[in-house]
């Protein structure tokens, strides 16, 4: 296929580029050339901004093209507005985050966010959700029947700017004790980002439309650490601490502890429990976790060694609450 993906060169959009490019695909890219300019130096690269340069498409056709950087309704709009007749198939990167709540699994049916000013171009913590559902209904108006929305969950693997799964392989290969919340148990439900690119060409190229939720089979913190502690041939050793006790520390879920969100909390009772079925019928396939586990270990390895996590624990307030814990 002939394929344009609008950005391309930050974590999934680089890993659907590479994927392409690795199937022998013809990829074009439009970015602003901001984020790593020098991911694809070989692949032609049309600079311009999402909000401002559209014309620059004008005149081009693709079989595909692959939508991994909208966040606003309108900027996803203009885009599937200019390119619906240069195209066959627009794919939008939209995530589960559009679901209302999860005090239940949802499926594909499952009620959205809506916002109070539909209007707002704000992408904040509440909105991003909402938002993004509205740049699925968005693109669906402009191309009805040629839009595959694809509600990403938790991506992992090489390129995640936050770090939310990549700390816990590189915490358990540091060694000595690590906090760790609740359980062995704790569920995690998570997509290698190689599975999605894949699936998401073999859609492009079936021009297949409709909503799919995207993210993995269940598993847990305890199998991602002992996939680990194999990889390594040791590694360190979890400490679980009940959630009470973790949040009396001021250890915030999510993002200052990876992936955690207390078990107590019923509204997320099944963030971790979104049903895939419909995109496993339409043929997504996940990768064994050891092999995640490898190649996202490779990844953080090649980084500086003082790199800087930008989500987990720092040693200092591991340390604090190690302290608390021996003391209470």
């Not at 794919?91 to 589960?96: A, E, G, K, L, V």
């Not at 594909?108 to 992408?123: A, F, H, K």
Request: aromatic share 10%; with cysteine.
């Amino acid at each position: 296929m002939n394929i344009l993906v609008l950005g391309g060169t930050v974590f999934l959009g680089r890993t659907i580029a590479e994927a392409a490019l690795a199937a022998g695909h013809e990829v074009t890219l439009f970015n602003r050339g901001k984020s790593n300019p020098s991911a694809f130096a070989d692949v032609e690269t049309l600079i311009g901004d999402r909000d401002t340069d559209l014309g620059k498409l004008a005149g081009r056709t693709w079989d595909a093209v692959i939508d991994p950087s909208g966040y606003i309704p309108r900027h996803v709009g203009a885009a599937a507005q200019a390119l619906r007749d240069s195209t066959a198939h627009y794919t939008f990167i939209s995530t589960i985050s559009v679901y209302k709540n999860y005090a239940q699994p949802n499926d594909e049916s499952g009620e959205v966010g809506v916002l109070e000013d539909p209007t707002t171009e704000t992408v904040t913590g509440e909105a991003y959700g909402p938002l993004k559902a509205l740049c699925e209904q968005a693109a669906e108006s402009e191309m009805p029947g040629r839009v595959l929305n694809v509600r990403a969950g938790l991506i992992v693997g090489n390129y995640d700017p936050t770090d939310r799964f990549s700390y816990w392989p590189w915490r358990v290969q540091q060694g000595g004790d690590f906090v760790a919340p609740e359980s062995p148990a704790f569920p995690m439900q998570i997509i290698d980002a190689r599975d999605m690119a894949d699936w998401i060409l073999k859609m492009a190229a079936a021009r297949k439309g409709g909503v799919y939720n995207t993210t993995g089979t269940p598993t847990s913190l305890g199998e991602i650490i002992s996939t680990v502690q194999t990889a390594v041939g040791g590694g360190g050793s979890p400490v679980y601490m009940d959630a009470d006790f973790l949040t009396a520390q001021d250890v915030q879920p999510w993002m200052g502890l990876p992936l955690w969100i207390p078990s107590g909390d019923a509204d997320y009772r099944y963030m971790h429990g979104v049903n895939v079925q419909k995109a496993v019928r339409d043929g997504l396939t996940f990768r064994p976790l050891a092999d995640t586990v490898a190649a996202t270990l490779a990844w953080v390895n090649s980084r500086p060694s003082d790199y800087v996590f930008k989500a987990g624990l720092s040693a200092e307030k591991e340390q604090a609450v190690f302290s608390a814990w021996e003391a209470r």
